[in-house]
């Protein structure tokens, strides 16, 4: 599509820094020498970096957080492509049930999901941990991932399983052998999305965290007692370990899509939410 | 059916769909090295039963049986039998020679004989050296060529072909024709072919099976179909004749009379449909002269220069359908005009007549 007035070329700049102009503000400043967070901005320096990186609070924070981001994807990756089999595959009059229920998370809000968990986990006794974190994220991630994976699927083209049957495969070589080579770069995509959505969440975790605290919270606790650049620095880390994982998990969809571009099928269009 | 082996035999088999009956008690016998083509409509059934005998449908009712053994309900991949898809089903992920190898590593062929086979396999369709190209690199044709040595490469008894040159073009599927002949000479398997094209059947086959609406409606030699159909059926889905409803007004001496449109007509008494009463007179269009005189005649109503000859379409007092004749131009050098007024004669040997129900 070409831009076709100016107009509509001021509004569409407009927009793009409104979006990002904030987010570049908080990046600037992280760099900031000084403990200013207001302009003018007065000089480069890593001191807030370094500042951050030596805190004990921080360095657990940011542990924490990997431990539940990595074990939430690794989770979500098992279950979630058994689930995508069993729903892509199944001729069960349950299966249109089951997606809605496998769907449903994604229209809650976060603030619902979190509250309903809080209230199982003390009902049933469980105490508030990371372990309870996860949990809950799985719960929050597994749609997202869901979604992408039956989306691959679906894309196959059965008559190559019916090939490879043909030539003497049994069920656990067609999945293995012609299957998965063929949807692993968007179960790695839809991993990495996994690992970024459970590492910058935050109401759900709010609810469901015990004593420990991961990099969201953390953010949101040193807000409320200082504010200084410190808080632009693990904005900052945050917003590029996401951005990072985010890019990931397109190249490797846009490697999938490049593969089946054969076919003439646009795939990154339809399972990437960009 | 035959004193020799039977390959591939299908017993009373009849499969259903929910509450559509895609074959209905069929019973055929492949044998060991023919070239056998089931020709039909689409949605007649040939290719479910393709897929029955390949192990992705398990019949309703009946067996099928490779050699003596019953394997009507050993999984797809257990049978020793290959098939060769409409698409090619080329794996994506793997280039030309690891497609080709890719039932002999499943069977844990060992590598130097694989190899071998890999290379013996792609030198019969004629594309050694394109080992190390990936599948997207290769023309449509080409593809169905490394379909076939994928398939061929295992050895296996029978080859069932699901309509392979259907998503070709004219020039490709001519090739390929030639080809699948000196292939199958070469391979010396059996094989089951699918196609709802004619010309195809005909030009491939040591015996075509007619398939109409779930059942086999004949079962012959190309040259038996085309020449001696065994139903109106046939006759029109193989080479495109006339069929004529006329009324067999009497039969002796080998000679039936019949009336059509008016007039009668002297033919051989040869089909089931040659004794007194309603029959269908079947005369393929090339058998048919135009000329002057005779008591059959028609008004040109359609004409075209085909090359080697015309074909017409002429109207004819009494039947209801155009009537079709394909003349070559030895015999008639230009063009009738429209609207003129021709007779229309035959050998009364090239032609056959079949049963007809009376019209209700």
């Known amino acids: ?274 | 059916m035959s004193e020799q082996a039977a390959a591939v035999t299908v017993d009373h088999v009849t499969h259903r769909f929910g509450s559509v009956v895609a074959l209905d008690d069929v019973s055929l016998a492949f044998r060991e090295g023919e070239f056998v083509t089931m020709l039909g409509p689409s949605g007649c059934g040939k290719t479910t039963l393709l897929r029955i005998v390949a192990g992705f449908e398990r019949p309703t009712k009946g067996r099928v049986l490779l050699g003596d053994t019953d394997i009507t309900r050993v999984l797809p991949h257990r049978r020793p039998l290959n098939m060769v898809f409409q698409r090619p089903t080329l794996f994506p992920h793997l280039d030309v020679a690891d497609n080709v190898a890719f039932g002999l590593r499943v069977a844990k062929v060992e590598r130097a004989e694989r190899d071998r086979r890999v290379a013996e396999a792609l030198r019969l369709v004629r594309l050694e050296g394109y080992g190390k190209r990936r599948a997207d690199e290769l023309s449509g044709g080409q593809m169905q060529r490394i379909a076939l040595a994928r398939a061929l490469v295992n050895r296996p008894r029978v080859l069932l072909l699901d309509e392979p040159l259907s998503a070709l073009d004219l020039k490709i599927r001519l090739e390929m024709e030639v080809e699948l002949r000196r292939i199958h000479r070469e391979s010396g398997a059996t094989f089951v072919y699918v196609t709802h094209d004619q010309r195809e059947a005909l030009a491939l086959s040591d015996r075509v099976v007619v398939f109409n609406e779930g059942r086999v409606d004949q079962v012959g030699a190309p040259d038996e179909i085309y020449h001696s159909p065994a139903s109106p059926f046939a006759a029109r889905f193989v080479g495109d004749a006339n069929v004529l409803p006329v009324q067999v007004t009497r039969v002796d001496a080998g000679e039936a009379e019949v009336a059509i449109g008016g007039q009668k007509l002297v033919v051989q008494a040869r089909g089931d449909g040659a004794r007194v009463g309603p029959a269908w007179l079947v005369v393929r269009a090339e058998v048919v002269r135009l000329a002057e005189g005779g008591s059959l005649r028609g008004i040109v109503r359609d004409g075209a220069f085909r090359g080697t000859g015309f074909t017409y379409q002429l109207e004819v007092a009494g039947i209801g359908e155009p009537f079709k004749a394909e003349v070559t131009s030895e015999g008639q050098a230009v063009l009738l005009p429209l609207g003129s007024e021709i007779g229309l004669h035959w050998h009364p040997s090239a032609c056959v007549l079949l049963a007809r129900e009376e019209d209700g």
């Not at chain 1, 229920?101 to 006794?125: E, K, Q």
């Not at chain 1, 200082?226 to 969809?253: E, G, K, Q, R």
């Open chain 1, 1 to 274: 599509m070409t831009v076709r007035s100016r107009g509509a070329l001021a509004i569409t700049i407009a927009a793009l820094l409104f979006l990002y102009v904030p987010l570049a503000v908080v990046v600037l400043f992280s760099f900031h020498e000084t403990g200013s967070l207001s302009l003018p901005f007065t000089g480069f320096s890593l001191r807030w970096y370094r500042f951050v990186l030596s805190d004990p609070g921080f360095r657990s924070a940011l542990e924490n957080s990997l431990f539940v981001a990595a074990w939430t994807s690794v989770i979500t990756l098992l279950l979630g492509t058994l689930a995508s089999f069993g729903l892509a595959r199944t001729r069960s009059r349950l299966r249109g049930p089951l997606a809605l229920l496998f769907f449903l998370p994604i229209t809650l809000p976060g603030l619902f999901i979190g509250l309903s968990m809080l209230v199982f986990f003390v009902r049933v006794n469980i105490d508030l941990s990371l372990t309870t974190v996860i949990i809950a994220h799985c719960v929050y991630v597994f749609p997202y991932f869901l979604l992408i994976a039956i989306a691959a699927l679906e894309r196959l083209d059965p008559a190559l399983e019916e090939a490879a049957a043909d030539l003497g495969a049994n069920g656990w070589l067609r999945f293995w052998r012609v299957t998965m080579p063929q949807i692993w770069p968007l179960l790695v995509g839809a991993t990495c999305l996994a690992f970024a959505l459970s590492f910058d969440e935050f109401v759900i975790t709010f609810f469901v965290i015990g004593p420990d605290g991961t990099l969201p919270l953390y953010i949101w606790s040193q807000l409320r007692r200082t504010v200084d650049p410190s808080i632009n620095v693990v904005s900052t880390l945050l917003m590029t370990v996401t951005l990072v994982l985010w890019l990931v998990a397109f190249l490797f969809a846009l490697r999938a899509a490049r593969r089946k571009a054969a076919s003439g099928d646009d795939l990154v269009a339809e399972v990437v939410p960009l």
